[in-house]
């Protein structure tokens, strides 16, 4: 299957810095740090959480998931004591996904009375080099090889208990993704797996009014051209 073009479109995506920088531009009366250590055992200096996102006087933390939050079943369990710990401590716990994109119903989910369109061009233009929120990247798969046939049972019943929780089109703009990633590669053996609730996923039609997004392929699969 020939890839026509290199990926065109945003010159980035959501990441673990990125996410710090969003939580500045949202929230800015409040200070945030980065990778700062919790201690959950007064004994014992070595047992700690190091959180990607944490504003101690907002109590909020914030923890980007990459793949291995979704294919690794000591880090799932680890996770799970973690969100515990934080929550029992008077926290509120959030995860970001990373397969989510900031497109404006994520903004508004995570975001609630401090969402503003001055903020969220701000934020859009910092994280993915735009001005335009349907040049934003979708949430989804798009280049990456960490996709859902490489979760572990915990993992996929993890990413569909978000998927119900985040914006209906999330859930849609997402199941837009595997198909084109599908039609690329000509396997769905390797983007999904053989995991029953992927079906059901897959048949999951986009609205033309979710569509307002960047797709990195095309519908055939291939890459889509920067120009359009």
């Known amino acids: 299957m ?3 073009t ?39 200096r070595r047992k700690y959480y190091k959180v990607d996102c944490v504003s101690t006087t907002m109590k909020l933390v914030w923890e980007y998931e990459g793949p291995d939050h979704y294919g690794d079943v000591w880090k799932l369990k680890r996770d799970e ?9 008077g926290f509120t716990f959030l995860r970001w996904p990373y397969y989510l994109q900031l497109t404006p119903d994520v903004a508004h989910h995570f975001c609630g009375a401090a969402f503003s369109e001055e903020k969220y061009l701000r934020a859009i233009k910092v994280v993915y080099g735009v001005d335009d929120p349907t040049k934003v990247l979708s949430p989804g ?13 915990g ?27 599908i039609a690329a590669v000509e396997d769905k053996g390797l983007v999904v797996g053989d995991a029953a609730p992927f079906e059901a996923l897959l048949k ?25």
């Open 155 to 181: 993992g996929v019943k993890r990413f569909f208990s978000e998927l119900d929780e985040l914006p209906d089109s999330v859930t849609a703009q997402v199941a837009e993704t595997l198909r084109r990633y």
């Open 141 to 153: 798969f798009h280049a990456t090889k960490n996709t859902p046939a490489n979760f572990v049972s």
């Open 81 to 89: 004591e973690r969100a515990a710990y934080f929550l029992s401590s």
């Open 6 to 44: 290199k990926f065109n479109g945003p010159s980035a995506e959501m990441s673990e810095k990125m996410l710090l920088q969003v939580c500045r531009i949202f929230w800015p009366e409040h200070a945030w740090d980065a990778q700062e250590r919790f201690y959950y055992d007064a004994g014992n």
């Open 204 to 228: 999951n039609r986009m609205p033309e009014y979710w569509s307002l997004v960047h797709f990195g392929r095309c519908h055939s699969g291939n890459w889509q051209n920067s120009s359009k």
């Open 2 to 4: 020939a890839e026509t």
